[in-house]
């Protein structure tokens, strides 16, 4: 059985910014009723795509500032807030995910995310170093003890995708790996 987190399929009862609803999943989570915890959120607000040009709104955040910019609007501080929300979910979820293991469940975890792809290059708009999931210490720790693999790719590699979107992945499932390159993305101190 497999069981999709989708507002447009689910309307408010999947609404994940809705404190209720995540507590519900995460309960379940926590009691190992699901094998598999397969996380992509939204990227919107993390994206480089906000950095390249004017054709969408303005970056709201940035390496140094990844929860949000002090001087953000009314409308960018509620659009880094719901992308901030999603990644704290999705830190939660993991842990919970793992605590159940630890009790014995089957629950693994695979998160999926642009990949990290450091300083924005010279003809870009808004010049600087994008804000990342991947930058997060809190995120990079959600596996805890239990053994994980971080791996990064390209979906171009698979048939019909016809993007390359640099995507990282990180989890507890086995075979991970083939995706494309294992560890973490090392920046040089200005990236």
Do not use: M
Request: charged share 25%; aromatic share 8%; hydrophobic share 35%.
């Amino acid at each position: 059985d497999f069981w999709e987190i989708d507002i447009h399929i689910g309307g408010k009862a999947h609404d994940l910014l809705d404190k209720s609803v995540q507590e519900d999943l995460l309960a379940r989570i926590s009691a190992g009723e699901f094998d598999a915890v397969i996380l992509s959120p939204p990227c919107g607000s993390w994206s480089r795509t906000n950095w390249a040009n004017g054709d969408g709104p303005p970056p709201c955040r940035d390496k140094d500032s990844p929860w949000g910019f002090a001087h953000n609007s009314a409308g960018q501080r509620r659009r880094a807030e719901d992308g901030n929300e999603f990644v704290h979910f999705t830190i939660r979820a993991i842990i919970a995910a793992q605590e159940a293991r630890q009790r014995g469940a089957k629950t693994r975890c695979l998160l999926e995310h642009p990949e990290d792809l450091g300083r924005v290059s010279p003809s870009a708009l808004h010049q600087g170093v994008p804000a990342s999931i991947w930058q997060l210490d809190e995120l990079r720790a959600a596996f805890g003890t239990n053994p994980a693999t971080t791996v990064a790719g390209w979906q171009c590699q698979f048939p019909g995708v016809e993007y390359a979107k640099p995507t990282r992945l990180d989890s507890d499932h086995p075979g991970v790996e083939t995706f494309g390159r294992k560890g973490w993305r090392v920046l040089v101190p200005d990236e």
